[in-house]
């Protein structure tokens, strides 16, 4: 799906949120708004953290925590010379135009929810310390130009986004993995009628609370979308789970349904070469990827090949390889062939035949791979050409 597609319940210009996770700054201290103790300098900070029992060994087991954000916020500064308040205004207002987002608790005007009283709320309570882990006031709307800096790689590039956007740790559920400092959730959707089977759609997220303010934010790599809430009152978190539930359940199936409908209209047709009999038809049905429904190589079906023959499922997975010639987009696919139409394998929990991972660019000829092709687009998105890497064949479309 082209462009990046957000969903959000309403852009609050000042709502409190915890993005990353809690810091407290030097010579701040005072009592919490509501009751406590009073905020830890630098130094007893630090103290405290080498004098803390350890929990585990490391790289046993994810723990959640903010303390290695607080200790980051502190290198910052001092490797920087600079505040990391001025640090996070640089990329999150000049660089991004980010304006609803400040460290520190706007002004008596802002346009702000405040749940009863600032006291309550916990609105302009200074975390101190805590800052780099998640001391944001901001909006829906700034956080969707968040989301989309991070899509665009606007701030990394995209090599560092993707190393990024990766698990680091997983956990004991099935459904969520552990990255830095993502909150990864994992969530089955169905994509394939013909076979009543689904795939993995990972999220990366980052929520948090603090005082009467919940938070979710969400990028989901897969469909290009991302989600935003932003929740305040007496029980924020709880108003939370249902919108984002809600949101979830309605536009995961509809970005998998949006992508399905331009997949048929961009690439169903049938590709001929202008210097021999060689051609390939396409087709998006029920299934997965690209289906090639025929394909000829200098008038012999190859598809009914020795090399192929037992199989009776073909389909092209797109890359994320591109490059751009003579006003076409060219992506670099992959053919899987597949048995049984796709059908997993039975008997065996960790068949290296259900790991289609292990069989891409497998085979080569003349130092190219038999499976490897490369589809050009037009400026609206249609497939004008296929062409086989391997067979040196590019075909253009005919109908």
């Excluded at 903010?66 to 990329?91: C, H, K, M, P, Q």
């Excluded at 979308?225 to 029980?235: P, Q, S």
Aim: include cysteine; glycine fraction near 8%.
């Amino acid at each position: 799906m082209g462009g990046h597609h957000w969903v959000t319940t309403r852009s609050y210009s000042a709502l409190h949120t915890a993005i990353r996770c809690p810091l407290v700054r030097e010579h701040v201290s005072g009592p919490h708004p509501t009751g406590g103790h009073s905020l830890l300098t630098e130094p007893e900070f630090l103290d405290g953290v080498i004098n803390h029992p350890p929990v585990y060994q490391s790289y046993t087991s994810p723990i959640y925590s903010n303390l290695a954000y607080a200790i980051l916020g502190l290198a910052y500064e001092n490797i920087t010379g600079r505040s990391i308040f001025d640090g996070e205004r640089d990329v999150f207002n000049n660089k991004l135009g980010m304006t609803s987002t400040t460290p520190t608790a706007p002004g008596a005007g802002a346009d702000a929810i405040i749940p009863r009283n600032d006291s309550f709320a916990v609105f302009s309570y200074d975390i101190g310390i805590q800052g780099p882990a998640g001391g944001q006031y901001t909006s829906t709307k700034d956080l969707i130009t968040w989301g989309k800096a991070i899509f665009n790689n606007t701030l990394l590039s995209d090599v560092l986004t993707r190393r990024w956007m990766k698990p680091t740790s997983f956990t004991s559920q099935w459904e969520s993995a552990v990255g830095a400092p993502w909150e990864i959730y994992r969530l089955t959707v169905p994509i394939n009628t013909i076979i009543n089977a689904s795939r993995i759609v990972d999220t990366y997220s980052k929520s948090g609370d603090i005082g009467q303010y919940s938070t979710y934010f969400g990028l989901v790599p897969d469909y290009n979308i991302g989600i935003t809430v932003l929740a305040a009152g007496d029980n924020p978190n709880r108003q939370v789970v249902p919108v984002r539930g809600t949101l979830v359940d309605i536009f995961y199936k509809a970005a998998e349904a949006a992508a399905k409908e331009q997949a048929q209209v961009a690439f169903t047709g049938t590709f001929r070469s202008t210097d021999r009999n060689s051609s390939i038809t396409l087709a998006v049905d029920g299934g997965p990827g690209v289906s090639i429904k025929q394909w000829i190589s200098n008038s012999t079906d190859f598809l009914a090949n020795e090399w192929l023959a037992s199989y009776d499922d073909f389909r092209l997975y797109p890359t994320n390889l591109k490059t751009q010639a003579d006003g076409m987009t060219y992506y670099k696919y992959h053919l899987e062939s597949l048995s049984s139409n796709g059908e997993p394998i039975t008997g065996d929990p960790w068949s290296e035949l259900n790991d289609y991972w292990v069989s891409v660019d497998e085979l080569i000829y003349n130092n190219l791979a038999t499976d490897a092709f490369v589809i050009g687009f037009d400026q609206n998105g249609i497939v004008q050409s296929v062409s086989s890497q391997a067979l040196r064949t590019t075909m253009l479309r005919q109908s």
